[in-house]
T-cell receptor, first 115, second 114 residues
């Protein structure tokens, strides 16, 4: 099955700086890559996603890039704010084969933004 | 819409006890799933279902059972609780699972097995 690795596991940045979280995946058939944000004590919530026919997607201060050849994708947060502090999870899935519909998560990155 | 509703929010069990974690969604989602979340381990898939009457195992299915008799409900049963099952459990649903539709998570159940 798919294997998703996420780095770094912890990330500390100063308010206003940028933060980048990187994920790699193993299954070349994976074609959907969502990112979830989980604040302390709360449920994960989708913040952005990208499909394999797109190389980059932006939503205000958040962007995701995808390199299908290298099988990695990244989350970029610009002008970070203290409310960006949370655990971020990347995930990958394929719509083919025996694992149809399954979403494989990375282990998460604890982002701390210092004021 | 209530979204995904999980009950209970907290539960303490003794080793060997059984219980059922409830999950219901009112979005008419075909896909439902259960994850457990442990520190440093991310979200690990226990069981999932692509529709009523259809279930399949995820990464960590041992010690858990599921059934999907209706589109709305997807209960998770712990057969004989063990301390290793102490965790936070999330139910999640979507239109098509990982095929390009986002997962909606419930608020979680924090389970402690003593």
């Amino acid at each position: 099955g798919e294997n998703v690795e996420q780095h770094p596991s912890t990330l500390s940045v100063q308010e206003g700086d940028s933060a980048v979280i990187k994920c790699t995946y193993s299954d070349s058939a994976s074609n959907y890559f969502p990112w979830y944000k989980q604040e302390l004590g709360k449920r994960p919530q989708l913040i952005i996603d990208i499909r394999s026919n797109v190389g980059e997607k932006k939503d205000q201060r958040i962007a995701v890039t995808l390199n299908k050849t290298a099988k990695h994708f990244s989350l970029h947060i610009t002008e970070t704010q203290p409310e960006d502090s949370a655990v971020y999870f990347c995930a990958a899935s394929t719509d083919r084969g025996s694992t149809l519909g399954r979403l494989y998560f990375g282990r998460g990155t604890q982002l701390t933004v210092w004021p | 819409n209530a979204g995904v509703t999980q009950t209970p929010k907290f539960q303490v069990l003794k080793t060997g006890q059984s219980m059922t974690l409830q999950c219901a969604q009112d979005m008419n989602h075909e896909y439902m799933s259960w994850y457990r979340q442990d520190p440093g381990m991310g979200l690990r898939l226990i069981h999932y279902s692509v529709g009523a009457g259809i279930t399949d195992q995820g990464e960590v299915p041992n010690g858990y059972n599921v059934s999907r008799s209706t589109t709305e409900d997807f209960p998770l049963r712990l057969l004989s609780a063990a301390p290793s099952q102490t965790s936070v459990y999330f139910c999640a649903s979507s239109w098509t699972g990982g095929r390009g539709s986002p997962l909606h998570f419930g608020n979680g159940t924090r389970l402690t097995v003593t």
